[in-house]
Each structure stands twice: as structure tokens, then as C-alpha cells.
């Protein structure tokens, strides 16, 4: 007889049986990672998108907009907002992705979220607020749920 080799050498089926153990804990770990790494690579590639305009690109277009915060707000105050906001979201990313202080990244990608909707609100585009940030929002309230129920985000007495 010949004998059959398996199809995934040990050592992969050791590292699938790792993340299984670490992604199962209880029934809500899953649902945490899965959201941390979502999170984690949404805002990290958002992030590197704005930087590809150029560091003061995203600035320069966010004070020349046409919408009614572009002209209410002092203009200094817009181009500051453009130049944290791309390194905001790129380090949000990057911490949630390596997995270091993600309450903290939490709470910087809602207070994000909130700018965002305050603006478009202003501007009366509510639409996108609707169809994106409210969303997106609600997503992170579960990543946050998910983060407490799995027991990584108690406080450390």
C-alpha cells in the first residue's frame, strides 16, 4: 500500500489550531479580532490614501473646499485638522493592526467618526452620514462590545 502524505505539513495545522484557541476564548473574541483587524486596515489604508496627496495636499483641499464649514472656520484651524487627521487615522490603523492600546485607537477612530459627521451635517450632506458614518459608527460601538465581553478591555487595578 501506498501510504498518503498529508495535505498540510504539522506545522500549519499546529499554527491553524493556535489562532483557533486565541480567536475562541469565549463567544465574543471572534467578533473582536475580526473587527480590531478591520478597523486596523481600513483606517491604515485610508490613512496612507491621503498621504499619497501629499502631506499638506489633504490640508490644502480641505481649506479650499466650497462647503459652509470651509468658510466658517478659521482657515488655520482646517489645515491643522487636514494635517493630524491623515496621521490620526494611519497610527489608529497601525495600533489596532499590531494590537497595542486598542481602546485608546478606539476612542481616537469615534472621536474621527464624529468630526466627520459633524461636518457633512453642516454642510447638509446627509446622505453620506446615513450611508457611511453612522454605519461605521455602529460597527465600532460592536468592536468596542466585542473588546469588553472578550475580557480585553478591562482596566488593569
Given at each position: 500500500m501506498v501510504e498518503s502524505k498529508p495535505i498540510f505539513p504539522l506545522y500549519f495545522m499546529k499554527m491553524i489550531q493556535d489562532i483557533i484557541k486565541k480567536w475562541y476564548k469565549n463567544?465574543?473574541?471572534?467578533?473582536?479580532?475580526?473587527?480590531?483587524?478591520?478597523?486596523?486596515?481600513?483606517?491604515?489604508?485610508?490613512?496612507v490614501k491621503k498621504f499619497r496627496m501629499g502631506l499638506t495636499g489633504f490640508a490644502d483641499n480641505l481649506v479650499g473646499g466650497d462647503g459652509h464649514l470651509a468658510q466658517e472656520i478659521p482657515s488655520i484651524a482646517l489645515y491643522i485638522y487636514g494635517l493630524a487627521l491623515p496621521i490620526a487615522e494611519f497610527v489608529a490603523g497601525l495600533v489596532l493592526l499590531l494590537n497595542k492600546h486598542v481602546k485608546e485607537a478606539y476612542f481616537a477612530i469615534a472621536v474621527m467618526y464624529l468630526t466627520f459627521i459633524f461636518g457633512q451635517q453642516y454642510d447638509g450632506n446627509t446622505s453620506k452620514v446615513g450611508t457611511e458614518y453612522l454605519p461605521g459608527l455602529l460597527t465600532l460601538s460592536l468592536a468596542v462590545f466585542f473588546t469588553v465581553k472578550s475580557g480585553k478591555g478591562k482596566s488593569k487595578k
Open positions: 463567544e465574543y473574541t471572534f467578533g473582536a479580532e475580526a473587527l480590531r483587524i478591520a478597523f486596523g486596515i481600513m483606517f491604515l489604508l485610508v490613512g
